[in-house]
């Protein structure tokens, strides 16, 4: 199966992640990600990082103070951006799924043809939708999005709790794909994440439970315009 030459690129999430920044930054972190798209990967590397970049190690390090969080590690030796892989993640199972939706169809086609008396064939599109959901049941990316929960907030949540687990899979059950958890986890960590009455609440059980459609709803907060660096970006 080949690379997926491309991957969506959701603007309005990009723009109000880096709203605040500057242009230099936002160029840093957009070269990082189509690095990781082609290679997978990013050498976890001052000196390859700030080649990727264009620009000197010294440069580099100060504008990649912002940029960093963004980022977390695969192993010592590598990062990955993890709503990259997840978009990734999810274009390797659509087309295994269209694959194996074609060969099969393929088959039929091939028996019914050698067959003249055989049944017809049944909806080819209602087989690869069929496919792709068994496909997405089997790979729900429980690590990912509990990541992503942690990256956002700070927290150590652990994707290997049955109760967490239980919340992502209803809510996947309902159809919801992983950047639907990415967009709750944005807007509930920037409306929550700065009132200490609610930041509690910035937990799976909160978050991907009955509520989960109408935090997806929510208008992200803005960006606060401030000139100095005040933590984690959003």
Do not use: C
Not at 57 to 85: A, G, H
Not at 160 to 179: H, L, M, N, P
Not at 189 to 198: F, H, N, T, Y
């Amino acid at each position: 199966m080949g690379k997926p030459p491309a991957f969506q690129l959701y603007a309005a999430d990009f723009y109000m992640d880096t709203a605040h920044w500057t242009p230099e930054e936002v160029g840093v972190y957009f070269r990082l990600l189509m690095f990781e798209w082609v290679n997978k990967t990013i050498p976890n590397n001052t000196r390859q990082m700030a080649r990727i970049s264009g620009l000197s190690p010294k440069k580099f390090t100060k504008t990649y103070q912002i940029v960093s969080p963004k980022f977390v590690k695969k192993d010592d030796e590598n990062l990955i951006n993890l709503k990259m892989e997840s978009i990734r993640e999810k274009q390797d199972n659509y087309r295994e799924s269209q694959a194996i939706a074609g060969k099969k169809g393929a088959k039929k086609r091939w028996n019914i043809d050698s067959n003249p008396n055989g049944d017809p064939i049944g909806e080819p599109n209602g087989e690869t939708i069929a496919l792709q959901s068994s496909s997405s049941n089997n790979t729900i990316p429980y690590s990912e999005i509990v990541s992503y929960l942690n990256l956002k907030t700070g927290k150590s949540f652990k994707h290997t709790t049955k109760e967490t687990q239980r919340f992502i899979k209803a809510r996947f059950k309902s159809g919801f794909t992983v950047e639907d958890f990415f967009t709750v986890i944005d807007n509930q960590s920037g409306k929550w994440l700065s009132k200490p009455d609610m930041i509690d609440y910035l937990r799976p059980e909160t978050l991907f439970g009955t509520k989960f459609e109408s935090y997806l709803q929510t208008k992200p907060a803005e960006p606060e315009v401030k000139y100095e660096y005040l933590g984690m970006p959003g």
